[in-house]
Every structure is written in structure tokens, then in C-alpha cells.
């Protein structure tokens, strides 16, 4: 871990004094322990930026909205705003772990289809439709069984 210096002899040797934290900062005061002068620092948490890697191999940054909205089309009327809100913070926190910044768009739609199942099935069954591009009513219903014979229904 780097150690802070103090502004005025450079001393590697300071310590936290006072802090105060602020929604999105954390304040504090240190001391020298060489030459007592003191002086102020703020620690702010660096925003990992995620970059999507599309299908056809574009890059763009992550957009949570557009993730979001997935979410809410296919839980319309069956997921609280709140529920939401929670499953995009998890799958946002997924990304944001993964082991690079860059994410294939594939791997977003997994994350989405696998939070989705675990919290609805009919919202899940809404979105696969459409991420999985069925083509006509025989995938549909073989996504409908696969649901129906892992969770004994609907």
C-alpha cells in the first residue's frame, strides 16, 4: 500500500488525525509525524468503466439504463421497481468483477437471463424470447419445457 506524503518534507510517515466521509468521498486530515504540520486528503472511489464487446466485435461503454430496461420490459407487471433496481446493482457488480473491463455483450444477456429465472420465470421466458431470437413457436416451447422440467413449473 503507498504510503501518503506530506506535502511539506516529503515524510512517508503521516497519520489519520480526523475523517469524515460524504456520499462519495471520504475526507481526511493527517498529520506529520516529522514535521506536525497538517494537511487534508480525499480518497474517492475510482468508477471501473465496462466496455461491451458487440457480436459484430464494436466496442461501446457499458449502459446500465439499456441493461435496465431489458429488465423492466420483461418484468412488466411482475417485478417490483425495487426488485429492479436490486437485480441491475447484482448483475452490475458481476461485470464490474469480471476479469477484465471488457465484457462480451453475450455474457451480459447470460447474466440478465440467469437473475431473471432465478426471480421469475415468466420474466425470464419474456426476455429469452427475445435475446434468443426464437424463430417460431417450437423454440419457444422447448425454452418453456426446459424451465418447466428444471423447477417442476412455471
Given amino acids: 500500500m503507498n504510503k501518503i506524503k506530506c506535502p511539506f518534507c516529503k515524510?512517508?510517515?503521516?497519520?489519520?488525525?480526523?475523517?469524515?466521509?460524504?456520499?462519495?468521498?471520504?475526507r481526511r486530515?493527517?498529520?506529520?509525524?516529522?514535521?506536525?504540520k497538517r494537511f487534508t486528503t480525499y480518497e474517492k472511489v475510482e468508477n471501473i468503466n465496462?466496455?461491451?464487446?458487440?457480436k459484430d466485435g464494436r466496442k461501446e461503454p457499458f449502459n446500465r439504463e439499456k441493461m435496465k430496461r431489458g429488465i423492466v420490459i420483461a418484468g412488466s407487471k411482475r417485478i417490483?421497481?425495487?426488485?429492479?433496481?436490486?437485480?441491475?446493482d447484482e448483475i452490475e457488480?458481476?461485470?464490474?468483477?469480471?476479469e477484465s473491463n471488457e465484457v462480451p455483450s453475450q455474457k451480459i444477456g447470460e447474466e440478465v437471463m440467469n437473475a431473471l429465472k432465478k426471480e421469475d420465470k415468466i420474466a425470464y421466458i419474456r426476455f429469452a424470447s427475445i435475446?434468443?431470437?426464437f424463430e417460431d413457436l417450437d423454440e419457444f416451447k422447448g425454452e418453456i419445457e426446459k424451465v418447466l422440467k428444471r423447477k417442476g413449473g412455471i
Fill in 29 to 36: 486530515r493527517r498529520e506529520c509525524e516529522k514535521c506536525g
Fill in 50 to 54: 465496462i466496455l461491451v464487446i458487440k
Fill in 11 to 26: 515524510d512517508s510517515e503521516t497519520k489519520v488525525v480526523d475523517s469524515r466521509d460524504s456520499e462519495d468521498q471520504t
Fill in 93 to 98: 457488480n458481476k461485470l464490474k468483477a469480471y
Fill in 80 to 88: 417490483s421497481d425495487e426488485r429492479i433496481e436490486y437485480i441491475a
Fill in 131 to 133: 435475446y434468443k431470437n
